[in-house]
């Protein structure tokens, strides 16, 4: 059955700090791998990674992928209270099949 | 641009009623689909579309649910009749094709009393 697991399932961090969120999966056909931020309404895209061992950057946000080790990781630096969110790791399999994580929540303290 | 389009927001029912949720993908997508939300599953996907033709609807929960989607501006998510534990949010996402990324509206708020 296919899956993907985040860890941690919550982190409470204070302003400033780094955090790394990781996302593991077990999939038949994997394509790539999505990270999404979701606050109180509707998930936004992040990062979409198909490739291992490139970094994906956005501002203080970045992310990998290791598709032999089969997990990615989100990287957040000097966080700020808007990163306050959940988020949400998907790998896609095969043509159509989206699997969601059930995501990470971070709360940053000013 | 407007982006997906959800309608209701919110809807609170009693259990046994019908519910329809409605979705507007973004203008020229050609791919659509259906998500629950909840606490305990997380993000699930019940269903998507490709061209309007509905293409794995495997993740529906029950023959309690059905999807349509009559065009390419409009699709609904029908729970009929509805129950308690089918309180969630639903979300519609829209992507150009079905590779690409999704872009996923707002969400509409069910409660099944």
């Known amino acids: 059955e296919d899956k993907v697991v985040q860890s941690p399932l919550s982190l409470v961090v204070h302003e400033g700090d780094t955090v790394t969120l990781n996302c593991s999966y077990e999939v038949t056909n994997f394509r790539s791998l999505l990270w999404y931020k979701q606050e109180k309404k509707a998930p936004t895209f992040l990062f979409m990674l198909t490739s291992s061992g490139i970094e994906k950057k956005s501002g203080r946000l970045s992310s990998i992928l290791d598709k032999k080790e089969l997990f990615s990781i989100l990287n957040i630096t000097a966080t700020q209270t808007g990163d306050s969110a959940v988020y949400l790791c998907?790998?896609?399999?095969?043509?159509?099949?989206?699997?969601f994580g059930t995501g990470t929540r971070l709360k940053v303290l000013a | 641009d407007a982006g997906v389009i959800q309608s209701p927001r919110h809807e609170v029912t009693e259990m046994g009623q019908e519910v329809t949720l409605r979705c507007k993908p973004i203008?020229?997508?050609?791919?659509l689909f259906w998500y629950r939300q909840t606490m305990m599953r997380g993000l699930e996907l019940l269903i998507y579309f490709n061209n309007n033709v509905p293409i794995d609807d495997s993740g529906m929960p029950e023959d309690r649910f059905s999807a349509k989607m009559p065009n390419a501006s409009f699709s609904t998510l029908k729970i009929q009749p509805s129950e308690p534990r089918d309180s969630a949010v639903y979300f519609c996402a829209s992507s150009l094709e079905l590779n690409n990324e999704q872009f996923f509206g707002p969400g509409t708020r069910l409660t099944v009393l």
């Open positions: 998907a790998v896609k399999s095969g043509t159509y099949k989206y699997i």
């Open positions: 203008s020229g997508h050609n791919s």
